[in-house]
């Protein structure tokens, strides 16, 4: 009984100063693009914030060059930045970017064209039909032949 908690406590130590490591390394190398929270401000950097834990570390894996092979996922720029890590390291990291909340921005880009009432008086085809398919049945167009 007592081995065992000396086992947990070695285990939470360890976890705890992997965990700082990694708060260390998003702090000072990845905070330059993806901000200190991961909420990037510009597009070209991918928001990390929030995202699923398991889904971070897979993708760190998967910028990382294995044993002479080519990475599974290529970015010029991401390639190089995750070389030195240890799968420690990207588990740390994913945590930590798993771990913060995402703030969410407008789409960059994308201008309203029609004013918001428009689709109302469109057709079948218009964005308004289209968004009522996946809606009650109730408000399916009148020539749908299930109505
Ligand atoms: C010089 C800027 C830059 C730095 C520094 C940087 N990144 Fe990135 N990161 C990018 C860009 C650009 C992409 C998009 C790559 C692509 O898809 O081609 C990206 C993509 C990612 C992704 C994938 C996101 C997704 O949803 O697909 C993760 C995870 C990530 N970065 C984590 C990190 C971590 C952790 C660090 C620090 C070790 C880091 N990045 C440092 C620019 C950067």
Not at 24 to 40: F, L, W
Request: glycine share 8%.
């Amino acid at each position: 009984m007592k081995r065992a908690w000396v086992v947990a406590a070695a285990f939470l130590v360890a976890t705890a100063s992997a965990q700082d490591k990694a708060q260390g390394i998003a702090g000072q190398v990845c905070a330059a693009c993806h901000a200190p929270d991961g909420n990037s401000v510009a597009a070209a950097n991918p928001k990390i914030a929030g995202q699923i834990a398991e889904y971070l570390q897979k993708q760190l894996r998967d910028f990382k060059a294995q044993s002479g092979k080519k990475p599974l996922r290529e970015s010029a720029i991401m390639n190089g930045m995750v070389a030195n890590l240890s799968d420690d390291d990207m588990k740390g990291l994913a945590a930590f970017y798993a771990g913060q909340a995402q703030k969410p921005a407008a789409a960059a880009g994308i201008q309203r064209t029609e004013s918001p009432r428009a689709p109302v008086a469109m057709g079948r085809r218009g964005p308004a039909s289209r968004r009522s398919s996946h809606g009650s049945r109730a408000s399916l167009p009148s020539t749908s032949p299930r109505s």
